[in-house]
């Protein structure tokens, strides 16, 4: 299926010094990491409120571990997919391009992204909540149950270092992302239901900052009516269309010279 992206777009495209890309579980979709509300979604089984918070961990360790076990062998297994390869390609075509995620899957740099800001943590990470010892997956994948710190005459609880509904987004990963939404001059929103807060506030913020907004979905989310262009196809379909049009035109526009 071909894609065709509007004149207006390549046009913002071909003058922009910062692009940005705000992803959420859409863009993992297709390397097989299931996403959130889609009826594969793993809160069709399970809901955030009995399990992504901290009363339910404190309440019930073993549980929430099983959850977070069962989603770092998943996400070990998978791959990234061409969109986020795609994204990677833009980072040396345009001055300043970055990624913010709502994703805890470690795809981007991966791929290779490398300014990525993870406003809900990194599921390869893990803490321990007493003395902020880190620990590997490898480490708490080989502990049966809720593993306990083995730092000397610590034993606290370790846990996953992701953001957790009721608690702060990391100041700095909120504070770069946002310093980046509001330079963008290009911003495109891909693979997010803008349901979660605060960081559904993002693209509305960088709009509002002057940013051409482009969302890419394969359905309408909230966000769409206030788009300025909703590219209604897969990620790992239209990222890769578009870096080849923005190849293209950066090669044309050096001919000229
Ligand atoms: C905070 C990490 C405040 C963990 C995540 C009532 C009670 C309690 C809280 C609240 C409440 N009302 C509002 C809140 C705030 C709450 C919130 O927003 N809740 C929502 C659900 C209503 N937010 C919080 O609690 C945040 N913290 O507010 O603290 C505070 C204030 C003062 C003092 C102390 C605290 C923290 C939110 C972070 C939660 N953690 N993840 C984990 O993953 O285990 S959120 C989780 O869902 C993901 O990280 C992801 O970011 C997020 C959103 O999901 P999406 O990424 O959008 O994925 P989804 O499945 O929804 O959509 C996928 C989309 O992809 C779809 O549109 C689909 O069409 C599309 N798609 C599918 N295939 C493709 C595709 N797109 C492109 N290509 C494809 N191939
Ligand atoms: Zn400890």
């Known amino acids: ?48 409120a009995e399990l992504a918070n901290i ?3 404190m309440k019930n360790p073993e549980l929430v571990w099983e959850w ?13 997919n061409p969109g986020h390869y795609a994204l990677a390609g833009m980072e040396s075509l345009f001055p300043e391009c970055e990624v913010i995620t709502q994703n805890i899957d470690n795809l981007h740099r991966r791929a290779g992204s490398t300014k990525v800001h993870e406003l809900h943590g990194n599921i390869e990470r893990n803490y321990c909540m007493k003395c902020g010892a880190q620990y590997s997956n490898e480490h708490v994948l080989s502990v049966v149950g809720a593993p306990r710190c083995t730092q000397a005459k610590c034993g606290g609880q370790i846990r996953p270092d992701v953001v957790w509904f009721g608690e702060l987004l990391p100041e700095n990963e909120w504070k770069n992302a946002m310093r980046a939404a509001e330079r963008a ?28 907004l482009v969302e890419i979905n394969p359905e309408e989310t909230p966000l769409t009516n206030s788009v300025d262009e909703f590219i209604q196809a897969p990620s790992g379909e239209v990222l890769p269309a578009l870096l080849e049009q923005i190849q293209l035109m950066k090669l044309t526009k050096n001919k000229v010279h």
């Not at 003058?15 to 992803?23: G, I, L, N, R």
């Not at 062998?73 to 990234?80: D, E, L």
């Open 68 to 80: 977070y076990k069962q989603r770092k062998q998943i996400i070990a297994s998978v791959q990234p």
């Open 55 to 57: 009363n339910a961990f």
């Open 1 to 48: 299926m071909s894609i065709v992206f509007s004149d207006k777009l390549l046009g913002r495209l071909a003058e922009a010094q910062t692009v940005v890309a705000f992803t959420g579980a859409g863009v993992s979709a297709e390397s097989g990491v299931p996403t959130f509300r889609g009826n594969d979604g793993i809160w069709a089984k399970f809901k955030p």
């Open 185 to 212: 001059d290009v911003f495109l929103s891909i693979g997010t239901s803008g349901v979660v807060h605060p960081a559904a506030s993002i693209p509305p913020a960088a709009k509002q900052s002057g940013a051409f």
